[in-house]
């Protein structure tokens, strides 16, 4: 009898091994080429980890794919290897910018495995630096999984999030737009020991006149730095960006260390900014956020000034490059569900805390808050003298125009420090210290305008599935060859079956 279990198990170890046959893991290796011609009607295929390998390579070449179409048809595993990113700018004369400037969508699928441990380009990410050029471009119906993990970051001007480093338009022209739709970022971004300025969100780290609808940030980012910091859930720095239905679900953590540099830490945006080239004040106006949500608990420490957010901490312009040095900002149906913590030992400084927003300064600015709804603590420690609002921790433009409007918060609308001159009615139409049921009605009037964004990219209907495979009969008989791993899946099955007959038959005979 026991040789018979010996001979049943043996058996069962070859059918499991052979019948039902695993996949490899990518080895790190790229295509050959993509299926498809790169049009709408076929698009290229995008099917394996090898598939795109070959789209960094072939991208990083210096093919844009401007105008072109890429579908992703499965989910995709990286396995944990170091990834190159798709895109590259140049860091030096000596090289050339390599965008992905072509439209992108996952059809709903998944890149995982993502891993970045060492800062091996100026832009890192799944993508690396998206540009669009004449034409239209963008990343659609997209969740990425992994982690970024970095240290000793000395680069200024670099940008790190889980979908793409950099994600902007074309500054010489103007002509075509960036959009990111219905993306999802699953992937933590941890940075220590950073002597750099980058920029750092869980989704991108610079969007710059940007379009960026349905996208959502899950995991943590964590930036320990001694130089200025500008970190945010979705995005690090932004710049006449329109931010509509994203969602910040993880925690952003900001720690200054010594260094006497300001902090920034938000939920959606750390900083906004307006500045580049001259020439698009009639194409792009104001950075806008609407129905945005952020859920993660935000904070900073140390440093001088520390501005946190829950949706954008920090409003600045690029005076040399902008003859009117505006930077126009609107926040309309926003709403700050996590805990804002700032914290500064700099008894010359200040903490500044915002639901909305947190330091909004520059007397050339003007800021809107319409509809705007805070429910969570917000907490300013240290300094010289703590500034915080359940909308805006401070207001220091005296000559901006402001607009508040129907925004609501559980605790105060602002800070002690609110310099409005002339706007003594400022927030008249808005409810301090609102009662739990006005709170929750405004928060969900927000939460039921975002829904899963329709935008075409170029034209395009990136929610579409990829065009299936065309399939003809051969024309003639298939020549006899050796059984395919499946063909000899079955065969061994079958040599499996008559086995364990036979183990039944010597048992029955044994007891016999």
Not at 88 to 101: C, G, L, R, Y
Not at 192 to 207: D, N
Not at 249 to 275: E, F, H, L, P, Q
Not at 375 to 384: F, M
């Amino acid at each position: 009898m026991k040789k018979a279990l010996s001979i049943l198990l043996f058996t069962a170890m070859i059918v499991a091994l052979f019948a039902f046959p695993t996949s490899a893991a990518w080895d790190g290796t790229a295509s050959a080429s993509l299926k498809g011609d790169g049009t709408q009607d076929s698009p290229y295929l995008v099917e394996t980890a090898e598939d795109l390998a070959f789209l960094a390579k072939s991208v990083n070449e210096g093919n844009t794919y401007e105008g072109k179409y890429i579908v992703q048809t499965a989910d995709i595993d990286l396995g944990g290897k170091e990834w190159t990113p798709i895109g590259h700018q140049k860091v030096n004369s000596a090289e050339t910018d390599a965008p992905f400037s072509g439209v992108y969508s996952g059809l709903g699928h998944k890149v995982t495995g993502l891993s970045i441990t060492t800062a091996i380009d100026n832009h890192m990410g799944l993508f690396g630096y998206v540009m669009s050029g004449e034409a239209e471009a963008g990343i659609a119906n997209l969740t990425v999984e992994g982690a970024i993990t970095l240290s000793g970051i000395t680069q200024t001007n670099i940008g790190i999030g889980g979908l793409a480093g950099s994600i902007g338009k074309d500054t010489s022209s103007f002509k075509a737009n960036i959009v990111v739709i219905n993306c999802t970022s699953n992937v933590t971004v941890t940075l220590t020991g950073t002597t750099g300025e980058p920029r750092v969100g869980g989704l991108a780290g610079y969007a710059f006149y940007a379009k960026l609808e349905n996208c959502v940030s899950n995991n943590d980012v964590k930036v320990e730095t001694n130089n200025q910091s500008r970190a945010g859930g979705l995005v690090g720095q932004t710049n006449r960006s329109h931010f509509l239905g994203c969602v910040n679900n993880g925690n952003v953590t900001v720690d200054m260390g010594t260094a006497a540099k300001a902090g920034r830490a938000a939920g959606i945006a750390s900083v906004v900014t307006r500045g580049g080239a001259k020439g698009d004040e009639a194409t792009a106006t104001y950075t806008v956020f609407e129905n945005c949500i952020n859920n993660g608990a935000i904070s900073g420490k140390n440093g001088n000034n520390m501005w946190v957010a829950g949706i954008a901490a920090d409003f600045y312009v690029n005076a040399s490059n902008w003859p009117g040095k505006d930077a126009k900002v609107k926040f309309i149906n926003c709403v700050n569900n996590g805990a804002i913590a700032s914290e500064t030992s700099n008894t010359a400084n200040y903490p500044h805390a915002g639901g909305i927003a947190g330091y909004t300064q520059n007397g050339y600015t003007d800021y809107e808050f319409i509809g705007c709804v805070n429910t969570a603590e917000i907490s300013s420690v240290g300094g010289k003298e703590v500034r915080a609002g359940g909308i805006v921790g401070s207001v220091y433009a005296s000559a901006a125009e402001y607009k508040f409007d129907n925004c609501i918060a559980v605790g105060e609308l602002k800070s002690s420090c609110f310099s409005l001159k002339n706007k003594a009615d400022a927030l008249a139409t808005s409810t301090a210290n609102a009662d739990a049921a006005t709170v929750a009605a405004a928060v969900k009037a927000v939460e039921d305008q975002i829904k899963t964004s329709d935008t075409t990219i170029a034209g395009f209907d990136a929610t579409k599935g990829a065009p299936a495979p065309e399939v003809t009969e051969p024309e003639t008989t298939e020549p006899e060859t050796p059984p395919t791993t499946g063909d000899a899946s079955m065969i061994f099955a079958v040599i499996a079956v008559i086995s364990l007959a036979g183990v039944a038959v010597i048992s029955k005979r044994r007891e016999n």
